[in-house]
C-alpha cells in the first residue's frame, strides 16, 4: 500500500495544485518512480490511498493503465484520515494471509522491499518498522529485543511510553516504511482519522512491534523543495 493521500504543503509551491504524488523527480511523479520500482521488484497488487487532488492522481493511474498491474484505490476525498485511519481504511484490500508493504509516497530509496518481507517473516512480528541512526528529532526507542518501547520527541522533551523495555534503549528515525502482518486489522479499536504510530504504541504493550535496519545506498524524505533537488542530483549522477 502507497500512502499517497497527504496535503503536501511542506512542498508548497509544487503543490498548490497537484498532489504530492504527481510532483515529478527529473520529470516523473514521485509515485511513479515507487511504483515502477515495486513492480520491478515482483509486486503485482497496489493499493494508493487518495484525498488531496484526488481526481488528479486517479486519472493519472488510468492514464498509465496502472502501470500493468492491479491498482486499488482507497478513497479518502470526503475525510483525510491520517496513516492509521487510511490504513484501516483499506484493510478490505489488504487482508489475506500474506504480510504487506506500506510505503510512503513521499519516501525515495533504493531499500530491497522484497529483503525486508522476508526479514519480516523470520522475526514474526505484528509489524517491523524501518529505522536507521538518522538525525530526526522525532524518535523511536527499541531494547535490546528490538521491540518497540517509546516515542519521543528530543526538540520538545516529549515521551510517549509503550512499554518497560528489557535492557539497552536504542533510539532510531523511521524511514516511513513498515512490513505489516494483516492480523493487525483484529486489534485496530481507533476510530477516524489517527497517527499509526499512536496505534502501534498502544499494541506494543502486548504485541510485537520491531524495528528493522535495511540496507541502502541512498534514502530520501521528498517532504521539502530542497529534498527534491537533492534527490534529481543523486538521479543526475547515478
Not at 510532483?23 to 487518495?50: A, R, S, Y
Not at 527534491?228 to 549522477?237: N, Y
Amino acid at each position: 500500500m502507497i500512502l499517497a493521500a497527504g496535503l503536501g504543503t511542506r512542498l508548497q509551491p509544487l503543490t498548490n495544485k497537484k498532489p504530492k504524488a504527481l510532483v515529478e523527480i527529473n520529470g516523473k511523479p514521485m509515485i511513479e518512480h515507487l511504483i515502477e520500482k515495486m513492480k520491478m521488484q515482483g509486486f503485482t497488487e497496489i493499493v494508493v490511498n487518495v484525498h488531496y487532488f484526488g481526481d488528479l492522481l486517479i486519472d493519472f493511474l488510468k492514464q498509465k493503465n496502472n502501470f500493468g498491474i492491479n491498482i486499488s484505490i482507497s478513497d479518502e476525498r470526503n475525510q483525510l484520515l491520517d496513516t492509521g485511519g487510511g490504513l484501516k481504511q483499506a484493510h478490505r484490500f489488504l487482508e489475506n494471509d500474506e504480510p504487506f508493504i506500506l510505503h510512503n509516497v513521499d519516501i525515495f530509496s533504493d531499500i530491497d522491499l522484497k529483503k525486508l518481507l522476508y526479514k519480516h517473516l523470520e522475526c514474526r512480528a505484528l509489524s517491523s518498522l524501518c529505522v536507521y541512526n538518522g538525525t530526526s528529532s522525532r524518535r523511536l526507542q527499541f531494547d535490546t529485543q528490538n521491540q518497540l518501547c517509546a516515542w519521543e520527541n528530543k526538540q520538545t522533551g516529549e515521551l510517549k511510553v509503550a512499554r518497560t523495555p528489557q535492557g539497552q534503549i536504542n533510539s532510531y528515525s523511521f524511514m516511513g516504511i513498515h512490513i505489516i502482518d494483516p492480523s493487525i486489522f483484529r486489534y485496530i479499536t481507533e476510530k477516524g482519522s489517527f497517527s499509526i504510530i499512536d496505534m502501534y504504541l498502544r499494541l506494543a504493550e502486548k504485541h510485537t512491534i520491531k524495528s528493522t535496519v535495511p540496507d541502502f545506498s541512498y534514502w530520501f524524505d521528498l517532504g521539502k523543495p530542497d529534498d527534491i533537488h537533492k534527490a534529481e542530483t543523486l538521479l543526475k549522477m547515478r
